[in-house]
C-alpha cells in the first residue's frame, strides 16, 4: 500500500512514541510510507532509516489551501492508496484533499464526546461523509463514534495505540532528587493538571494515609503548584512528603522507580497513556473507573479500580498495598500482561494493516 499521513509530531519523544512507531511499523511492514509533517522532529532520524519521505508541513489552520494542494499533489503523483489524518486540523484538509479521488480516507479518533451530529463542525471531522473509515483509540471511542455517524460508508474500528515493554528497559530515575528514597513506599501522580485529572482527590485521600510515615507522593506535571492543590498539600499532614517534581521528560523512568501510579480521573478519556507507560514499567494502578481505563485495568490483577471522585476508596487501595507486600507483589507480576497482549504495539500495527486493506476491498 501507498499511504499518505498527515499529523503533527510534536511532543517528548515518550509521548510521540507509540504514535510515530506505527508509522515505522508500516514501512517495516513493506508499505509506502509519506508523512506530512515538521520535517524537523523527534524521529525525523528514524523515518529516514525506514525510508519514509517527510513532507514539511505545519498543521496550524482547518482549512489551509497550501496543505490541501500539497496533499492533493502527493496523492496524485505518489499514487496513494491510504491518506491518514490523525487531528482535527490536517483532518479537515485531509477531507478537501481526498475530494473527487478514489483514495480511501481514514481519520483518527482519541477521545470520547467532543463529536456529535448536532454540531457542523464534526463534518469537518470524522462524520463528513467523505471520511471512509476511523480508528478509535478505545472501544469506549468506537461506541461514541458509532453513536454520531450519519454515513453508512465510514466504518469505525478500534485499534489500541499499544506500546513494547522493550521502551521501558531504561533504567529507574534516582528519586532521592525530588526528597524521598526508594526504600520508601512510593506513589506517582502524573497530569498536566485540569480539574478532570481528579488532583484534588488524590490529595484529599492523603489526609487518610499521612499515618503511614514511609509513604511518599511524587505529582508529575505542570500546574501543580497552584489552588486549590497547594491548600490540600498543607492541610494533608504529610506537607514534607508530597513532592512537586513539575514536567519531566523522564516519565517512565521515574514510574518505574515507584511503587504505583494513581490515575484519577473524574470523566472519559480515550486511552490514557500514562496507564499503559506506568503498566510497561512494570508498576500497578490505582485507576478511577472510566470506560477507557476499564479496557486496561483488570481489578486486583495489574491495578485497582476505584469509584470516580472517591478519595476514600483512593486511600484504602493504596493502605492495602502499602500493608500487603504479597498484593503488591502480585501487581507487579501482572503489570506487564496486557501490553504483551492486546494492547501490544505488534498487535496495534497489525490491525491497521488489516484495517486499511479491508477499506481498500470494498
Keep these: 500500500m501507498n499511504i499518505l499521513i498527515l499529523t503533527s509530531v510534536g511532543g517528548s519523544y515518550n509521548s510521540v512514541r507509540p504514535e510515530l512507531e506505527i508509522f515505522v511499523s508500516l514501512a517495516k511492514s513493506g508499505h509506502t510510507i509519506t508523512i506530512m509533517t515538521q520535517k524537523e522532529n523527534a524521529y525525523a532520524k528514524i523515518f529516514k532509516e525506514h525510508g519514509i519521505d517527510v513532507i514539511d508541513a505545519r498543521h496550524d489552520k482547518k482549512i489551509d489551501f497550501k496543505n490541501i494542494l500539497l496533499a492533493k499533489k502527493i496523492i496524485k503523483e505518489k499514487n496513494i492508496d491510504i491518506v491518514y489524518a490523525t487531528a482535527s486540523r490536517s483532518i479537515s484538509n485531509a477531507i478537501f484533499a481526498c475530494m473527487g479521488t478514489n483514495v480511501k480516507l481514514v481519520t483518527y479518533r482519541g477521545t470520547t464526546g467532543g463529536l456529535y451530529k448536532y454540531d457542523p463542525s464534526a463534518y469537518l471531522n470524522a462524520l463528513n461523509p467523505r471520511v471512509d473509515g476511523v480508528v478509535c483509540v478505545s472501544e469506549s471511542v468506537e461506541r461514541h463514534v458509532k453513536k454520531q455517524l450519519i454515513s453508512k460508508k465510514t466504518k469505525a474500528v478500534t485499534i489500541y495505540k499499544g506500546h513494547d515493554i522493550s ?39 492523603m489526609r487518610d494515609v499521612a499515618d503511614l510515615k514511609d509513604m511518599h507522593i511524587l505529582l508529575i506535571g505542570e500546574k501543580i503548584s497552584q489552588e486549590p492543590y497547594i491548600s490540600e498539600i498543607k492541610s494533608s499532614g504529610m506537607e514534607e512528603r508530597i513532592h512537586i517534581t513539575g514536567f519531566r521528560s523522564d516519565v517512565p ?51 485497582f479500580i476505584v469509584p470516580i471522585k472517591d478519595a476514600k476508596a483512593i486511600a484504602q ?46
Design 253 to 303: 523512568s521515574i514510574i518505574s522507580s515507584c511503587d504505583v501510579l494513581v490515575h484519577a480521573s473524574t470523566r472519559k478519556e480515550g486511552l490514557p497513556r500514562v496507564i499503559l507507560e506506568s503498566l510497561a514499567s512494570g508498576t500497578p494502578v490505582i485507576a478511577s473507573a472510566n470506560e477507557s481505563s476499564l479496557e486496561i485495568i483488570e481489578d486486583g490483577v495489574n491495578g
Design 167 to 205: 521502551w521501558y528497559s531504561q533504567s529507574t530515575a534516582d528519586i532521592e532528587q525530588f526528597g524521598t528514597k526508594k526504600e520508601n513506599f512510593n506513589i506517582a501522580f502524573i497530569a498536566n493538571v485540569r480539574p478532570h485529572k481528579g488532583l484534588i482527590y488524590v490529595l484529599q485521600a
Design 317 to 362: 487501595k493504596i493502605r492495602e498495598l502499602h500493608d500487603s507486600p504479597q498484593t503488591l507483589k502480585k501487581l507487579k507480576e501482572h503489570a506487564k500482561d496486557v501490553i504483551k497482549g492486546k494492547m501490544s504495539h505488534e498487535t496495534t500495527a497489525q490491525k491497521y494493516i488489516e484495517f486499511f486493506k479491508r477499506l481498500l476491498t470494498k
